[in-house]
């Protein structure tokens, strides 16, 4: 069981360039959601889903996008990278309708825009 | 306003001492989950434990446990007898009924020393 995959796990973008960060689970979790991580300063949420084409921003959605459009799969979108983005990135899922289920995280994508 | 505190930002421990790790929350829901994740420094983010709000027995599962108090909104981790491998950021998280979010703390980075 391979839980929430994440890839690549390391990334360098030039400042302009753009990505797209995958996620997939294989526990048919409806809840996903995609966090930054920036030394000293924990988990921020940049966008969350709780179904196959619904997502909603989180706390700092600027210079992302996302999509659902199936189950498994919550690909985070970079267009025009700058170095502010440089970051850890954790994609993370959990089950339906319970709020005692904990989130699911997959290992993390670093990413460095130079 | 910050839903999860850790006010403790680094604490360095020798080996075998006892470390406590503070987490206090903010809801007004009646209804929550609390919960702590390991980071050790391979960056892996690990589910400990899941409390729910209205369970306040404490909980103990070998050298962790964990101390719930709703009067002070608090639910604070400790390590008895410390070891190395303990060396980790650690995060707790609340999760309210009415959303779909979680709200993390910025976490406690503990170092164990030999």
């Known amino acids: 069981n391979a839980g929430v995959t994440q890839t690549p796990k390391f990334r360098i973008l030039k400042i302009g360039q753009s990505m797209t960060l995958q996620c997939a689970q294989d526990?048919?979790?409806?809840?996903m959601y995609w966090y930054r991580q920036d030394p000293g300063m924990g988990l921020k949420l940049i966008y969350y889903?709780?179904?196959?084409?619904?997502?909603d921003k989180g706390e700092v959605p600027n210079g992302y996008n996302v999509s659902r459009s199936t189950t498994e799969d919550f690909p985070l979108r970079l267009e025009l990278a700058a170095p502010s983005q440089t970051s850890v990135y954790f994609c993370?899922?959990?089950?339906?309708?319970?709020?005692?289920?904990?989130?699911?995280f997959g290992n993390g994508t670093r990413l460095t825009v130079t | 306003a910050q839903k999860v505190t850790q006010a403790q930002t680094e604490i360095s421990v020798v080996e075998k001492e006892d470390v406590t790790l503070d987490c206090v929350y903010e809801?007004?829901?009646?209804?929550?989950?609390l919960f702590w994740y390991k980071q050790p420094p391979s960056g892996e983010l690990v589910f400990l434990i899941r409390?729910?709000?209205?369970?306040?027995q404490n909980e103990i599962s070998g050298r962790y446990s964990w101390n719930f108090q709703k009067s002070t909104s608090s639910f604070n981790f400790t390590i008895t007898a410390s070891q190395v491998v303990d060396s980790a950021v650690y995060f707790c998280?609340?999760?309210?009924?009415?959303?779909?979010?979680?709200?993390f703390g910025t976490g406690t980075s503990l170092t164990v020393i030999p």
């Open positions: 889903s709780v179904g196959a084409g619904i997502t």
């Open positions: 526990m048919n979790h409806n809840y």
């Open positions: 409390r729910n709000s209205f369970d306040e």
């Open positions: 998280a609340l999760s309210e009924i009415t959303g779909n979010q979680f709200y």
């Open positions: 809801t007004r829901d009646t209804t929550y989950y």
């Open positions: 993370a899922s959990r089950g339906l309708d319970r709020g005692d289920s904990p989130l699911h």
